[in-house]
């Protein structure tokens, strides 16, 4: 068996064919079969090739009697190849004699790469070279614009092409390379030698110049694609912004920089591309520098002219503060973030969503003395002409679960300039008013200690013409330098609502239930969550949410609104439960389970299976289920077992689970979670090891637990009439024993 194959096909190329032929028969490296595929020629290229056919007989000659087409005949080839690589040729472009070795060479020396290219130069006499990218993760980046390799200069590792099922696309008409490097990279390693080992031909019976209209709608196509797997579905003034982007020529500088924040945004989510090289392909093809992305005062200021900026204080936790900006930006997607770095670590806030603005002069903060980073912003954000209306201040332990609250925000203040959560005034007794007296003659310039106001410090909401008083304010700097002399533990309680009482705003209390939602401690748990969710239908966030990734009340918060969000990563077309009918379809988010692998169940149509992954692809071990509806919910309990929740077609919830300790790994089911066609939004265990499932009933929460003998119960008075509206019946629940 030859080492390689080299796939050339030929269609009416008498002038050129032999000139190809022969840079390969002239190779230094001479293990290797080489396939000319005779696509119908009519021009006498037939005879050419049965002629080196009978001098080496390492040349097979393939005839079709009828123009096929090139994705035909090089799927054709690469079918009947015999070969560990496979070797592209053009018939009318030259290989340089070493090719073959200095590629075969350094796949045998890279294992871990699929493809291999070359730079290329131009036959008849110029010197005109193409260096292209050569390096994995930036040729990966620039096929968001551009085809990445030279088609005739690339050898690939079959292996790779079988494993993967991969083959040229014939729906890729003339751009059928660009779409298969688009699969390939997503699979392997390509990469492309920085040296020329190949003479490309320009002429004008190339299928470039002859067909470059349909060449170039593909090339739109498969870009488009690109796009799609980050989130984007591009209209038409994007697809332009992005055709522009490609070919360097910027029109629009602003919209262009909107553009290249929204895929590094996408990026972020879906982390097709490394962050670095991305950003740095992207701003390479805008022709501005890195620093016009990072530096906030170069950016659109149509992106910073929002009605609510909210100022975030973070200390650590990089992927905490990444899902509370997500959260933000789910619910309050036309307003600002700020964020100010008051931890440790110098990189905590890197590579944060390109509309997000990180303060420049962050630094580490003192817990209990930080009321100096809201005023720092709000200068900040004058001097960069940031416009806004209000200004909120969040902790990072705030989660929001509805949507409304910008507009309620404008609407609460339409006639108060500040509304603060629990605003009272301090008693004789109270700890931070005896230390304040401490320091009276430091703080009785700026505002009265008696009476003193405090205000919860979490969500204050601070109007734009309170801010610019506070900025004009001829005390400014002193009141600053008191900040930060200050003993005083809470000062960011005292600061606001003391200034503003000395400029004379008017101001306010938050209003019933947002008071009750937003609170010191404790933190809410599950069954706080579900009933502050049904009982106050008009609230939007909760404070605090415990700053710990494996919360429970936190992923049920993430579960009941991303959940859509997330498996649209899994809706594509690479993934083998892929349907063009969205409603056809639905995957469980994928877990990386205790069998080292990632591993979930998709409903097809009305049936329900298992998949799992095993490198980049993912395989079906069976189909357990059928009469099935809906989004199913896939966990792996604390017995390493396998749990399902899955709608019915009936309208009923029932739940299936694989015994991942026998043998058989059989799954069993179904069993009856409810008969009330709950969506279902979460499956977890709790801390007691019961499942349990959490499932929504006309926008009110349910939760089912799973008792020691297997079966799904929720509190009686769920079932006490069954002929209850489920809005009652709902808020009859009792959650007091979900622990128990």
Not at 139 to 158: D, E, G, N, Q, T
Request: hydrophobic residues 35%; glycine residues 4%.
């Amino acid at each position: 068996m030859p080492k390689i194959s080299v796939i050339l096909p030929v269609f009416n190329r008498v002038n050129y064919v032999s000139e190809a032929i022969e840079s390969i028969l002239n190779q230094t490296y001479t293990d290797f079969e080489l396939i000319l595929l005779d696509d119908g020629s009519t021009d006498g290229s037939t005879d050419i090739l049965y002629k080196y056919k009978k001098m080496d007989n390492r040349i097979k000659v393939i005839r079709f009697p009828k123009n096929r087409g090139l994705v035909f005949v090089l799927n054709y080839g690469i079918s009947i190849a015999s070969g560990e690589y496979i070797a592209r040729m053009d018939s009318d472009d030259i290989s340089l004699p070493d090719r073959f070795s200095k590629q075969v060479s350094y796949l045998e020396n890279h294992p871990e790469v699929g493809l291999c290219g070359a730079g290329i130069g131009k036959v008849a006499g110029t010197t005109d070279k193409w260096y292209l990218p050569f390096e994995s993760e930036e040729i990966k980046c620039r096929l968001l614009f551009h085809c990445s390799f030279i088609h005739p200069s690339v050898m690939i590792r079959k292996k790779v092409l079988d494993d993967y099922n991969l083959r040229y696309n014939p729906e890729a008409i003339h751009a059928e390379d660009y779409e298969l490097w688009r699969e390939l990279v997503k699979v392997t390693k390509c990469i492309n030698l920085n040296e020329v080992l190949v003479l490309y031909r320009v002429h004008s019976g190339q299928i470039s110049e002859v067909n470059n209209t349909v060449q170039n709608h593909t090339a739109d196509m498969v870009r488009k694609k690109q796009l799609r797997e980050l989130g984007i579905e591009p209209t038409n003034e994007q697809m332009k912004l992005h055709i522009q982007l490609a070919n360097k020529k910027i029109m629009k500088k602003a919209e262009t920089i909107k553009w290249i924040q929204l895929i590094l945004t996408q990026n972020n989510l879906y982390q097709n591309y490394d962050h670095h090289v991305l950003k740095k392909v992207l701003c390479n093809h805008a022709k501005i520098s890195e620093n016009e992305l990072t530096d906030n005062t170069s950016i659109d200021k149509s992106l910073t002219s929002k009605k609510i900026c909210f100022a975030i204080l973070v200390y650590k936790n990089k992927e905490l503060i990444k899902q509370l900006i997500r959260n933000i930006k789910f619910f309050c997607p036309n307003s600002l973030l700020v964020i100010f770095n008051g931890g440790q670590d110098p990189n905590l806030v890197n590579d944060l969503d390109n509309d997000v603005l990180t303060y420049p002069y962050s630094r580490k903060l003192k817990y209990g003395f930080t009321s100096i980073y809201l005023i720092e912003i709000m200068e900040w954000l004058q001097e960069n002409d940031i416009h806004f209306d209000f200004l909120i201040n969040l902790d990072c332990d705030v989660l929001f679960y509805r949507s409304g609250f910008e507009k309620y925000i404008e609407e609460q203040m339409a006639d108060v300039d500040y509304m603060g959560i629990d605003i009272k005034t301090l008693d004789d007794e109270a700890y931070l008013l005896n230390n304040l007296k401490k320091e009276q003659n430091m703080w009785k310039q700026f505002f009265s200690i008696d009476p003193c106001y405090r205000v919860f410090n979490v969500c204050q909401i601070i109007s734009k013409p309170l801010i610019e008083a506070l900025l004009k304010y001829e005390k400014l700097e002193e009141l600053k330098n008191s900040l930060q002399a200050t003993h005083v533990f809470g000062m960011d309680e005292v600061i606001i609502i003391g200034m503003l009482r000395t400029f004379g705003f008017k101001y306010k209390r938050f209003p019933y239930p947002d008071s009750t939602t937003i609170r010191y401690r404790p933190h809410f748990t599950i069954k706080d969550f579900i009933a502050t969710y049904n009982k106050y239908p008009n609230s939007y966030l909760c404070h605090p949410i415990n700053r710990n990734n494996n919360d429970l009340t936190r992923n049920l918060i993430y579960a009941l609104h991303y959940n859509e969000s997330d498996r649209s990563r899994y809706r594509i077309d690479k993934y083998p439960w892929y349907n063009q009918d969205p409603l056809s379809y639905s995957p469980a988010l994928p877990l990386l389970t205790n069998s080292g692998c990632e591993e979930l169940v998709a409903r097809e149509k009305n049936k329900l299976s298992h998949y799992y992954k095993n490198g980049k692809k993912y395989y079906k071990t069976e189909t357990f289920t059928t009469n099935v509806k809906g989004n199913p919910l896939f966990f792996e309990g604390s017995d390493k077992n396998f749990e399902v929740i899955t709608s019915t077609t009936d309208g009923k919830i029932v739940h299936w689970w694989r015994d991942n300790q026998s043998k058989s790994q059989s799954w069993h089911g179904p069993v009856k979670v409810t008969e009330i066609d709950a969506e279902p939004i979460y499956l977890i265990q709790l801390e007691n090891h019961k499942l349990c499932f959490i499932g929504k009933v006309n926008n009110k929460l349910a939760c089912w637990i799973r008792d020691d003998e297997g079966t799904w119960k929720c509190s009686e008075p769920l079932y006490v009439n069954e002929n209850m509206d489920i809005f009652d019946r709902l808020s009859m629940y009792n959650f007091n024993n979900i622990y128990d």
